[in-house]
């Protein structure tokens, strides 16, 4: 009997043992620097969302942090860094939506996004905008529908990467508007930009980030956004939903990532603090600046589905093509 017993207290302790660390984490959490991988070069939409989220949420959290950029392999790069450090939420990374619901379709890769990654907080959301060179024959959409049907095989469109969102609104506006608009990939927004600004390729569906300081220089021209609502940085371009064209309303958002092996009360503890960072006038400003919106916060449920949503349309969009992964 007392054999009995003493074997339960034995399990009892060995289970108490187990539970005592994780608890001992998560409220002696953060216990060493944070590392924040930024998922992008340096200067890229990533490492200048990170660097301007990483002070104050370091703050909130009464540590210190860096901020490491890491290019390459359309974010595997970045996602292999987080994987291979300790699940104990002190390495956290900034990255975009499109590392989820866009990069699987894009490029065959090792690991599983969709399985490796757990959204922490959405930090700012951001759509695309159809931009053109300045000599190009439309002043709005209908004309560059009109011109395009005028001129059938003659147009071409670039995209910051094939597969990308930039490919499928191209993809979805030949679809709406009955057009044959031809998809010219480029590696990243900078030499797709270049070229439009060239004149070698005439139109192209960007973030509005990158291209919002080209349209104010006046080196390229904008017809329409993929946002819900105006931009406020680009109050005087229409929305595709206004113009008719609702099927090309997308936004992608830019959000501070773990693996799913962080434990919860970690995970809610940094939620909580970047949701106060969010708060901060200072913060919101500069992501406004920077062509994003903040909006109230949605929940990791919410973030997860939007995910899986983004994922199975862009996917069926690509299918219709038969677009495959390099």
Same mark, same amino acid.
Not at 86 to 99: E, I, R
């Given at each position: 009997?007392?054999?009995?017993?003493?074997?339960?207290?034995?399990?009892?302790?060995?289970?108490?043992?187990?539970?005592?660390?994780?608890?001992?984490?998560?409220?002696?959490?953060?216990?060493?620097?944070?590392?924040?991988?930024?998922?992008?070069?340096?200067?890229?939409?990533?490492?200048?969302?990170?660097?301007?989220?990483?002070e104050p949420l370091a703050k909130e959290l009464?540590?210190?942090?860096?901020?490491?950029?890491?290019?390459?392999?359309?974010?595997?790069?970045?996602?292999?860094?987080?994987?291979?450090?300790?699940?104990?939420?002190?390495?956290?990374?900034?990255?975009?939506?499109?590392?989820?619901?866009?990069?699987?379709?894009?490029?065959?890769?090792?690991?599983?996004?969709?399985?490796?990654?757990?959204?922490?907080?959405?930090?700012?959301?951001?759509?695309?905008?159809?931009?053109?060179?300045?000599?190009?024959?439309?002043?709005?959409?209908?004309?560059?529908?009109?011109?395009?049907?005028?001129?059938?095989?003659?147009?071409?469109?670039?995209?910051?990467?094939?597969?990308?969102?930039?490919?499928?609104?191209?993809?979805? @506006?030949? /679809?709406?508007?009955? !057009?044959?608009?031809?998809? %010219?990939?480029?590696?990243?927004? $900078? #030499?797709? =930009?270049? *070229? &439009?600004?060239?004149?070698?390729?005439?139109?192209?569906?960007?973030?509005?980030?990158?291209?919002?300081? @080209?349209? /104010?220089?006046?080196? !390229?021209?904008?017809?329409? %956004?993929?946002?819900?609502?105006? $931009? #406020?940085? =680009?109050? *005087? &371009?229409?929305?595709?939903?206004?113009?008719?064209?609702?099927?090309?309303?997308?936004?992608?958002?830019?959000?501070?990532?773990?693996?799913?092996?962080?434990?919860?009360? %970690?995970?809610?503890?940094?939620?909580?603090?970047?949701?106060?960072?969010?708060?901060?006038?200072?913060?919101?400003?500069?992501?406004?600046?920077?062509?994003?919106?903040?909006?109230?916060?949605?929940?990791?449920?919410?973030?997860?589905?939007?995910?899986?949503?983004?994922?199975?349309?862009?996917?069926?969009?690509?299918?219709?093509?038969?677009?495959?992964?390099?």
């Amino acid at each position: 009997m007392s054999h009995s017993f003493d074997r339960r207290r034995v399990l009892a302790a060995a289970a108490l043992s187990a539970f005592v660390p994780l608890a001992a984490r998560a409220q002696t959490f953060p216990s060493k620097p944070l590392r924040v991988i930024a998922a992008g070069p340096a200067g890229a939409t990533a490492d200048l969302v990170a660097r301007l989220i990483t002070e104050p949420l370091a703050k909130e959290l009464g540590q210190t942090a860096i901020v490491e950029p890491k290019p390459g392999a359309a974010g595997a790069i970045a996602v292999a860094d987080l994987m291979q450090a300790p699940h104990d939420g002190h390495t956290l990374m900034v990255a975009v939506s499109s590392l989820v619901s866009e990069v699987p379709h894009m490029v065959k890769l090792r690991v599983d996004m969709r399985k490796e990654l757990r959204p922490i907080a959405e930090l700012a959301a951001g759509g695309l905008v159809l931009v053109a060179n300045p000599s190009f024959p439309a002043k709005n959409l209908a004309e560059l529908i009109a011109y395009v049907k005028a001129n059938p095989g003659k147009v071409n469109v670039a995209s910051y990467s094939p597969g990308s969102l930039s490919h499928v609104l191209g993809l979805l @506006l030949n /679809r709406a508007a009955g !057009i044959d608009l031809t998809h %010219v990939g480029y590696k990243g927004s $900078s #030499p797709a =930009l270049a *070229d &439009v600004m060239g004149n070698h390729v005439p139109l192209m569906f960007d973030g509005i980030g990158t291209s919002l300081p @080209l349209i /104010r220089g006046g080196k !390229i021209k904008a017809f329409a %956004v993929s946002t819900p609502k105006r $931009s #406020p940085v =680009l109050p *005087d &371009v229409p929305t595709f939903t206004e113009l008719g064209h609702p099927k090309l309303q997308a936004m992608a958002w830019m959000g501070l990532w773990c693996t799913p092996g962080v434990p919860a009360a %970690v995970q809610a503890r940094v939620r909580e603090a970047a949701i106060k960072v969010l708060a901060q006038p200072a913060v919101r400003e500069r992501l406004l600046e920077l062509g994003f919106d903040v909006g109230p916060p949605r929940s990791v449920d919410a973030l997860q589905a939007g995910l899986k949503a983004d994922y199975e349309r862009v996917g069926a969009v690509l299918q219709s093509i038969g677009f495959k992964p390099e």
